[in-house]
Protein backbone atom coordinates (compact mmCIF):
# COMPACT_ATOMS: atom_id res chain seq x y z
CA UNK A 1 0.00 0.00 0.00
CA UNK A 2 1.24 3.40 -0.58
CA UNK A 3 0.49 6.22 1.20
CA UNK A 4 -0.42 10.18 0.08
CA UNK A 5 -0.95 12.74 2.90
CA UNK A 6 -3.46 15.70 2.07
CA UNK A 7 -3.73 18.66 4.12
CA UNK A 8 -6.40 21.63 3.79
CA UNK A 9 -4.58 24.67 2.58
CA UNK A 10 -7.27 27.48 2.04
CA UNK A 11 -4.77 30.45 1.15
CA UNK A 12 -0.86 30.96 0.68
CA UNK A 13 -0.76 32.49 3.85
CA UNK A 14 2.45 31.50 5.25
CA UNK A 15 1.43 30.01 8.45
CA UNK A 16 -1.14 27.89 6.96
CA UNK A 17 0.79 26.51 4.65
CA UNK A 18 3.75 25.78 7.08
CA UNK A 19 0.96 24.03 8.98
CA UNK A 20 -0.30 22.27 6.50
CA UNK A 21 3.05 20.76 4.65
CA UNK A 22 3.85 20.06 8.28
CA UNK A 23 0.85 18.31 8.44
CA UNK A 24 1.37 16.24 5.20
CA UNK A 25 4.80 14.89 6.37
CA UNK A 26 3.67 14.23 10.07
CA UNK A 27 0.86 11.69 8.43
CA UNK A 28 3.88 10.03 6.73
CA UNK A 29 6.12 9.80 9.79
CA UNK A 30 7.53 12.62 9.64
CA UNK A 31 10.56 14.30 7.50
CA UNK A 32 12.87 12.31 9.51
CA UNK A 33 11.18 9.50 7.42
CA UNK A 34 13.02 10.24 4.40
CA UNK A 35 16.04 12.64 4.70
CA UNK A 36 18.70 13.00 7.54
CA UNK A 37 20.78 15.27 9.28
CA UNK A 38 23.73 16.43 7.52
CA UNK A 39 22.70 15.20 4.04
CA UNK A 40 22.74 17.05 0.72
CA UNK A 41 18.62 17.26 -0.41
CA UNK A 42 17.89 19.18 -3.92
CA UNK A 43 14.58 20.49 -3.33
CA UNK A 44 13.10 20.91 -7.05
CA UNK A 45 10.19 23.10 -7.53
CA UNK A 46 8.18 23.83 -10.68
CA UNK A 47 9.98 26.34 -12.35
CA UNK A 48 8.76 26.65 -15.74
CA UNK A 49 8.94 29.99 -16.86
CA UNK A 50 9.63 33.34 -15.42
CA UNK A 51 6.30 34.49 -14.01
CA UNK A 52 4.73 36.55 -10.81
CA UNK A 53 3.63 33.96 -8.21
CA UNK A 54 0.02 35.15 -9.01
CA UNK A 55 0.47 33.70 -12.19
CA UNK A 56 0.40 30.28 -11.25
CA UNK A 57 3.20 29.15 -13.60
CA UNK A 58 5.72 27.84 -10.85
CA UNK A 59 5.55 26.14 -7.22
CA UNK A 60 4.11 28.98 -4.92
CA UNK A 61 7.16 30.45 -3.22
CA UNK A 62 5.38 29.98 0.20
CA UNK A 63 5.36 26.17 -0.40
CA UNK A 64 8.84 25.71 -1.39
CA UNK A 65 9.95 28.13 1.56
CA UNK A 66 7.31 25.82 4.08
CA UNK A 67 9.58 22.60 2.63
CA UNK A 68 12.94 24.47 3.02
CA UNK A 69 12.04 25.04 6.64
CA UNK A 70 11.20 21.02 7.29
CA UNK A 71 14.82 20.56 5.81
CA UNK A 72 16.59 22.92 7.88
CA UNK A 73 14.97 22.27 10.73
CA UNK A 74 16.16 18.45 10.39
CA UNK A 75 19.86 19.48 10.14
CA UNK A 76 20.05 18.72 6.37
CA UNK A 77 21.74 21.21 3.56
CA UNK A 78 19.13 22.15 1.36
CA UNK A 79 20.09 23.45 -2.63
CA UNK A 80 16.87 24.40 -4.82
CA UNK A 81 17.35 24.02 -8.61
CA UNK A 82 15.39 23.24 -11.92
CA UNK A 83 16.08 23.83 -15.70
CA UNK A 84 13.21 26.29 -16.73
CA UNK A 85 11.76 25.43 -20.06
CA UNK A 86 12.33 28.75 -20.77
CA UNK A 87 14.98 31.64 -19.80
CA UNK A 88 17.87 31.58 -16.86
CA UNK A 89 17.37 29.24 -13.46
CA UNK A 90 18.11 32.16 -11.37
CA UNK A 91 15.82 35.02 -13.45
CA UNK A 92 13.00 32.01 -13.61
CA UNK A 93 13.64 31.72 -9.65
CA UNK A 94 13.82 35.62 -9.33
CA UNK A 95 10.67 36.33 -10.58
CA UNK A 96 8.76 33.46 -8.91
CA UNK A 97 9.69 35.08 -5.89
CA UNK A 98 11.88 31.52 -4.78
CA UNK A 99 14.82 33.21 -4.86
CA UNK A 100 13.92 35.75 -2.55
CA UNK A 101 12.93 32.63 -0.35
CA UNK A 102 16.22 30.75 -0.77
CA UNK A 103 18.33 34.72 0.17
CA UNK A 104 16.18 34.91 3.12
CA UNK A 105 17.22 31.45 4.33
CA UNK A 106 20.82 30.82 3.22
CA UNK A 107 20.12 28.44 0.70
CA UNK A 108 21.88 27.96 -2.51
CA UNK A 109 20.44 28.62 -6.06
CA UNK A 110 21.94 25.67 -8.02
CA UNK A 111 23.68 26.05 -11.15
CA UNK A 112 22.36 23.42 -13.15
CA UNK A 113 24.19 24.19 -15.81
CA UNK A 114 26.44 21.37 -16.42
CA UNK A 115 25.37 17.80 -17.41
CA UNK A 116 26.42 14.16 -17.28
CA UNK A 117 25.11 10.98 -18.24
CA UNK A 118 23.88 9.26 -16.28
CA UNK A 119 22.62 5.77 -16.98
CA UNK A 120 18.98 4.80 -16.66
CA UNK A 121 17.73 2.01 -13.94
CA UNK A 122 16.81 -1.75 -15.04
CA UNK A 123 13.55 -1.45 -14.99
CA UNK A 124 13.80 1.48 -17.72
CA UNK A 125 12.22 1.08 -21.67
CA UNK A 126 13.12 3.78 -23.77
CA UNK A 127 16.65 5.45 -23.25
CA UNK A 128 19.61 4.10 -22.10
CA UNK A 129 21.25 7.24 -20.36
CA UNK A 130 19.85 10.46 -19.42
CA UNK A 131 21.45 13.62 -20.02
CA UNK A 132 20.78 14.93 -16.38
CA UNK A 133 22.23 18.21 -14.22
CA UNK A 134 25.59 17.72 -12.37
CA UNK A 135 23.91 18.40 -9.06
CA UNK A 136 21.89 15.11 -9.66
CA UNK A 137 24.54 13.05 -8.87
CA UNK A 138 25.95 15.12 -5.93
CA UNK A 139 22.51 14.78 -3.94
CA UNK A 140 22.03 12.47 -1.18
CA UNK A 141 17.81 12.95 -1.39
CA UNK A 142 15.49 14.77 -4.09
CA UNK A 143 12.87 16.33 -2.79
CA UNK A 144 10.05 16.84 -5.86
CA UNK A 145 8.11 19.96 -5.05
CA UNK A 146 5.75 20.50 -8.24
CA UNK A 147 1.94 22.15 -8.48
CA UNK A 148 -1.17 20.62 -10.43
CA UNK A 149 -1.21 21.72 -13.86
CA UNK A 150 -3.02 20.47 -16.91
CA UNK A 151 -0.42 19.96 -19.76
CA UNK A 152 -0.96 19.70 -23.62
CA UNK A 153 0.98 16.81 -23.85
CA UNK A 154 0.43 14.68 -20.26
CA UNK A 155 -3.07 16.21 -19.75
CA UNK A 156 -1.60 16.73 -16.29
CA UNK A 157 1.60 17.53 -14.93
CA UNK A 158 2.20 16.62 -10.98
CA UNK A 159 4.71 14.46 -9.39
CA UNK A 160 6.23 12.97 -12.37
CA UNK A 161 6.04 15.12 -15.48
CA UNK A 162 7.92 17.49 -12.90
CA UNK A 163 11.02 15.79 -12.71
CA UNK A 164 11.84 16.09 -16.92
CA UNK A 165 13.55 19.32 -15.00
CA UNK A 166 16.09 17.78 -14.44
CA UNK A 167 17.23 17.07 -17.40
CA UNK A 168 20.12 19.62 -18.33
CA UNK A 169 18.61 22.55 -20.02
CA UNK A 170 18.28 22.08 -23.96
CA UNK A 171 18.59 18.35 -23.78
CA UNK A 172 15.07 18.56 -22.90
CA UNK A 173 14.13 20.09 -26.63
CA UNK A 174 16.21 16.92 -28.04
CA UNK A 175 14.39 14.62 -26.61
CA UNK A 176 11.12 15.96 -27.59
CA UNK A 177 12.49 15.71 -31.28
CA UNK A 178 14.03 12.54 -30.42
CA UNK A 179 10.93 10.51 -29.12
CA UNK A 180 8.13 12.30 -30.89
CA UNK A 181 5.41 9.42 -30.16
CA UNK A 182 3.66 10.95 -27.44
CA UNK A 183 3.33 7.31 -25.88
CA UNK A 184 7.56 6.58 -25.99
CA UNK A 185 7.90 10.01 -24.35
CA UNK A 186 5.86 9.40 -21.70
CA UNK A 187 7.48 6.24 -21.22
CA UNK A 188 10.40 8.01 -21.29
CA UNK A 189 9.21 10.47 -18.22
CA UNK A 190 8.74 6.90 -16.56
CA UNK A 191 11.92 5.44 -16.94
CA UNK A 192 13.18 9.44 -15.37
CA UNK A 193 10.86 8.89 -12.24
CA UNK A 194 12.12 5.59 -11.43
CA UNK A 195 15.52 6.25 -12.21
CA UNK A 196 15.32 9.56 -9.87
CA UNK A 197 14.00 7.91 -6.95
CA UNK A 198 12.71 11.13 -5.63
CA UNK A 199 12.67 10.54 -1.83
CA UNK A 200 9.47 12.59 -1.11
CA UNK A 201 7.37 14.60 -3.17
CA UNK A 202 5.22 17.51 -1.71
CA UNK A 203 2.39 19.00 -4.69
CA UNK A 204 1.44 22.58 -4.29
CA UNK A 205 -2.49 22.03 -4.94
CA UNK A 206 -3.69 25.42 -3.23
CA UNK A 207 -4.38 26.89 -6.39
CA UNK A 208 -3.97 24.95 -9.46
CA UNK A 209 -4.08 25.50 -12.83
CA UNK A 210 -6.64 24.22 -15.50
CA UNK A 211 -7.38 24.58 -19.21
CA UNK A 212 -4.26 25.71 -21.34
CA UNK A 213 -1.43 24.59 -18.37
CA UNK A 214 1.02 24.42 -17.86
CA UNK A 215 1.58 28.35 -18.46
CA UNK A 216 -1.57 29.89 -20.07
CA UNK A 217 -4.76 28.30 -17.70
CA UNK A 218 -6.89 29.43 -15.34
CA UNK A 219 -6.30 29.19 -12.16
CA UNK A 220 -8.80 27.06 -10.07
CA UNK A 221 -8.95 26.84 -6.00
CA UNK A 222 -8.30 23.50 -4.66
CA UNK A 223 -7.60 24.20 -1.52
CA UNK A 224 -4.84 21.52 -0.31
CA UNK A 225 -0.90 20.33 0.04
CA UNK A 226 -0.26 16.55 -1.08
CA UNK A 227 2.68 14.66 -0.11
CA UNK A 228 3.88 11.06 -0.48
CA UNK A 229 7.01 8.91 -1.21
CA UNK A 230 5.86 7.23 -4.49
CA UNK A 231 5.21 10.10 -7.41
CA UNK A 232 2.99 7.91 -9.37
CA UNK A 233 0.53 7.48 -6.47
CA UNK A 234 0.83 11.41 -5.94
CA UNK A 235 -0.41 11.94 -9.61
CA UNK A 236 -2.67 9.00 -9.24
CA UNK A 237 -4.10 10.68 -6.20
CA UNK A 238 -4.14 14.35 -8.46
CA UNK A 239 -6.04 12.56 -11.10
CA UNK A 240 -8.56 11.51 -9.14
CA UNK A 241 -9.07 15.34 -7.19
CA UNK A 242 -9.71 16.49 -10.62
CA UNK A 243 -12.21 13.92 -11.34
CA UNK A 244 -10.05 11.69 -13.67
CA UNK A 245 -9.61 7.91 -13.36
CA UNK A 246 -6.03 6.70 -13.91
CA UNK A 247 -6.73 5.26 -16.75
CA UNK A 248 -7.96 8.77 -18.82
CA UNK A 249 -3.89 9.82 -17.70
CA UNK A 250 -2.01 8.27 -20.63
CA UNK A 251 1.31 8.55 -18.31
CA UNK A 252 -0.22 6.53 -15.06
CA UNK A 253 -2.26 4.17 -17.87
CA UNK A 254 1.34 3.48 -19.48
CA UNK A 255 2.95 2.89 -15.82
CA UNK A 256 0.06 0.39 -14.98
CA UNK A 257 0.67 -1.58 -17.90
CA UNK A 258 4.07 -1.63 -16.86
CA UNK A 259 3.68 -3.18 -13.67
CA UNK A 260 4.15 -0.27 -11.97
CA UNK A 261 1.95 -0.05 -8.43
CA UNK A 262 0.60 2.18 -6.22
CA UNK A 263 -1.81 3.78 -8.85
CA UNK A 264 -4.68 1.91 -8.62
CA UNK A 265 -7.49 3.01 -6.20
CA UNK A 266 -6.82 -0.04 -4.08
CA UNK A 267 -3.44 0.63 -3.80
CA UNK A 268 -3.32 3.73 -2.26
CA UNK A 269 -4.12 4.74 1.28
CA UNK A 270 -4.92 8.33 1.56
CA UNK A 271 -3.80 9.93 5.06
CA UNK A 272 -5.27 13.26 6.82
CA UNK A 273 -8.07 14.85 4.79
CA UNK A 274 -10.92 12.82 3.00
CA UNK A 275 -9.92 12.79 -0.72
CA UNK A 276 -13.55 13.03 -1.49
CA UNK A 277 -14.21 16.55 0.14
CA UNK A 278 -11.51 17.99 -2.22
CA UNK A 279 -12.80 16.49 -5.60
CA UNK A 280 -13.73 18.61 -8.74
CA UNK A 281 -15.81 17.51 -11.67
CA UNK A 282 -15.84 20.00 -13.82
CA UNK A 283 -12.06 20.54 -13.69
CA UNK A 284 -10.87 21.66 -17.51
CA UNK A 285 -8.59 18.87 -18.60
CA UNK A 286 -6.41 18.99 -21.95
CA UNK A 287 -7.93 16.23 -24.54
CA UNK A 288 -5.51 13.22 -24.68
CA UNK A 289 -3.18 13.38 -27.64
CA UNK A 290 -2.38 9.48 -26.65
CA UNK A 291 -4.36 5.98 -26.22
CA UNK A 292 -1.88 3.87 -24.54
CA UNK A 293 -3.60 1.00 -25.57
CA UNK A 294 -3.75 1.83 -28.94
CA UNK A 295 -0.36 -0.97 -30.79
CA UNK A 296 -0.29 0.53 -34.19
CA UNK A 297 2.81 0.45 -36.48
CA UNK A 298 4.96 3.48 -36.31
CA UNK A 299 4.42 4.64 -39.57
CA UNK A 300 0.37 4.77 -39.07
CA UNK A 301 1.24 7.54 -36.47
CA UNK A 302 3.58 9.22 -38.49
CA UNK A 303 0.73 9.76 -41.27
CA UNK A 304 -2.34 10.11 -39.24
CA UNK A 305 -0.93 11.92 -36.13
CA UNK A 306 -1.62 15.58 -38.13
CA UNK A 307 -5.33 14.49 -38.28
CA UNK A 308 -6.12 12.98 -34.88
CA UNK A 309 -3.43 14.96 -32.65
CA UNK A 310 -4.20 18.62 -31.32
CA UNK A 311 -2.36 21.00 -33.28
CA UNK A 312 -0.86 24.61 -32.63
CA UNK A 313 -2.81 27.72 -33.47
CA UNK A 314 -1.11 31.30 -33.38
CA UNK A 315 -3.85 33.70 -32.51
CA UNK A 316 -3.88 37.16 -33.58
CA UNK A 317 -2.68 38.44 -29.84
CA UNK A 318 0.83 37.31 -30.91
CA UNK A 319 3.60 39.86 -29.92
CA UNK A 320 6.25 38.02 -31.85
CA UNK A 321 8.52 37.84 -29.18
CA UNK A 322 9.80 34.58 -30.57
CA UNK A 323 9.34 32.29 -27.55
CA UNK A 324 8.33 30.16 -29.60
CA UNK A 325 10.68 29.88 -32.30
CA UNK A 326 13.37 29.75 -29.79
CA UNK A 327 12.01 26.60 -27.92
CA UNK A 328 10.73 24.80 -30.86
CA UNK A 329 12.58 21.41 -31.00
CA UNK A 330 11.38 20.50 -34.66
CA UNK A 331 12.47 24.16 -35.86
CA UNK A 332 8.95 24.52 -37.76
CA UNK A 333 8.17 28.37 -35.95
CA UNK A 334 9.23 30.94 -38.51
CA UNK A 335 9.12 34.90 -38.64
CA UNK A 336 7.83 36.08 -42.02
CA UNK A 337 6.59 38.96 -43.77
CA UNK A 338 6.06 40.13 -39.42
CA UNK A 339 3.84 36.93 -38.76
CA UNK A 340 4.98 34.02 -36.71
CA UNK A 341 3.78 30.97 -38.48
CA UNK A 342 3.94 27.51 -37.88
CA UNK A 343 4.99 24.85 -40.97
CA UNK A 344 2.00 22.60 -39.84
CA UNK A 345 3.78 20.02 -42.24
CA UNK A 346 6.86 18.99 -40.14
CA UNK A 347 5.26 19.99 -36.38
CA UNK A 348 5.95 17.01 -34.40
CA UNK A 349 3.24 18.03 -31.58
CA UNK A 350 5.33 18.58 -28.90
CA UNK A 351 3.31 21.38 -27.66
CA UNK A 352 6.34 23.27 -26.24
CA UNK A 353 5.32 26.47 -28.12
CA UNK A 354 2.46 26.41 -26.38
CA UNK A 355 3.80 25.50 -23.34
CA UNK A 356 5.73 28.57 -23.04
CA UNK A 357 4.37 31.33 -25.12
CA UNK A 358 4.20 33.97 -22.15
CA UNK A 359 1.23 35.55 -23.70
CA UNK A 360 -1.14 32.84 -24.45
CA UNK A 361 -1.31 33.37 -28.02
CA UNK A 362 -1.23 29.32 -29.07
CA UNK A 363 -4.00 27.45 -28.98
CA UNK A 364 -3.83 23.57 -29.13
CA UNK A 365 -7.21 23.35 -31.49
CA UNK A 366 -8.39 19.23 -31.84
CA UNK A 367 -9.04 18.02 -35.77
CA UNK A 368 -12.10 16.95 -36.57
CA UNK A 369 -11.09 13.23 -37.07
CA UNK A 370 -9.06 13.32 -33.82
CA UNK A 371 -12.54 14.13 -31.90
CA UNK A 372 -14.23 11.43 -33.45
CA UNK A 373 -11.66 9.11 -32.64
CA UNK A 374 -11.02 10.44 -28.80
CA UNK A 375 -14.80 10.43 -28.21
CA UNK A 376 -15.41 6.61 -29.69
CA UNK A 377 -13.04 5.87 -27.27
CA UNK A 378 -14.33 7.61 -24.16
CA UNK A 379 -10.94 9.57 -23.68
CA UNK A 380 -11.98 12.40 -23.75
S1 LIG B 1 2.99 32.89 -30.42
FE1 LIG B 1 3.48 33.50 -28.33
S2 LIG B 1 5.58 32.87 -28.03
FE2 LIG B 1 5.23 32.86 -30.23
S3 LIG B 1 5.90 34.86 -30.88
FE3 LIG B 1 3.71 34.99 -30.51
S4 LIG B 1 3.51 35.72 -28.43
FE4 LIG B 1 5.62 35.00 -28.65
S1 LIG C 1 5.29 24.08 -33.57
FE1 LIG C 1 4.94 23.75 -31.40
S2 LIG C 1 4.05 21.70 -31.29
FE2 LIG C 1 4.96 21.91 -33.32
S3 LIG C 1 7.01 21.06 -33.10
FE3 LIG C 1 7.19 23.27 -32.74
S4 LIG C 1 6.99 23.51 -30.54
FE4 LIG C 1 6.27 21.46 -31.03
New binding site residues.
Given amino acids: MSNVAIASCRSYDRTEVEKAVAKCLHELGGIGNFISAGERVLVKPNLLAADPPEKGTDTHPEVVRAVLLEVLQIGANPIVGDSPGFGSLSRVAEKAGIAQVCRELGVPLAGFNEDVEVKTCPEGKVLKSFPLVKEITEVDAIINVSRVKTH?LTRLTGAVKNLFGCVAGLHKGEM??RLQRADVFQGMLIDLALTLKPTLTIVDGVTAMEGAGPRNGSLRHLGLILAGENPFSVDAVIARLVGLHFQEVPLLALAVQRGITGIRDSEIEIRGEELENFIIQDFKVPTSSTRIDLKVPEWVIRLFRRYVSP??VIHDNCKRCLV?LQ???????TLSAGKVR???E???????????CPHDA?E?KVPLLGRLFLKSSSIL
Fill in positions: GHFYPCACPAKVIIKDECIRCYCCQELIL
